[in-house]
């Protein structure tokens, strides 16, 4: 099994940047990617982007595009969402997940909460 811990939410002005993280532990060397997701109130999940966990380019959804990017630190097992330019509908609980070469699901983390005021 594969632990996830996102962290770094918190209440921002719009315009401002937050960056979060998501710390995996416990099976990390079956994680294939890493993806983010979030959800804000009454609305579906959305998938914001993937990174490939060892090596390779992340991938954004379009509209998300410019503003967020995704990257890794392999030696902290560590992958990060730098959010910029933030805007009050970017506000949700964003949400990491990981594939594995073991299982089809994804392993979620628990989620952290992103307010951006206006």
């Known amino acids: 099994q594969v632990q996830l811990v996102e962290s770094g939410g918190g209440l921002v002005q719009a315009g401002g940047s937050l960056r979060l993280s998501c710390a995996a532990s416990?099976?990390?060397?079956?994680?294939?990617?890493m993806n983010w997701f979030r959800q804000a109130p009454g609305k579906e999940r959305e998938f914001v982007g993937r990174?490939?966990?060892?090596?390779?380019?992340?991938y954004y959804t379009d509209s998300l595009k410019g503003r967020f990017t995704i990257s890794r630190d392999n030696a902290k097992n560590t992958v990060y969402l730098q959010m910029n330019s933030l805007k009050p509908e970017d506000t949700a609980v964003y949400y990491c997940?990981?594939?594995?070469?073991?299982?089809?699901?994804?392993?979620w983390g628990q989620g952290t909460q992103v307010t951006v005021s206006s």
């Open positions: 997940a990981c594939s594995t070469v073991y299982a089809t699901n994804l392993n």
């Open positions: 416990g099976r990390t060397g079956s994680i294939s990617a």
């Open positions: 990174i490939p966990w060892r090596s390779g380019s992340a």
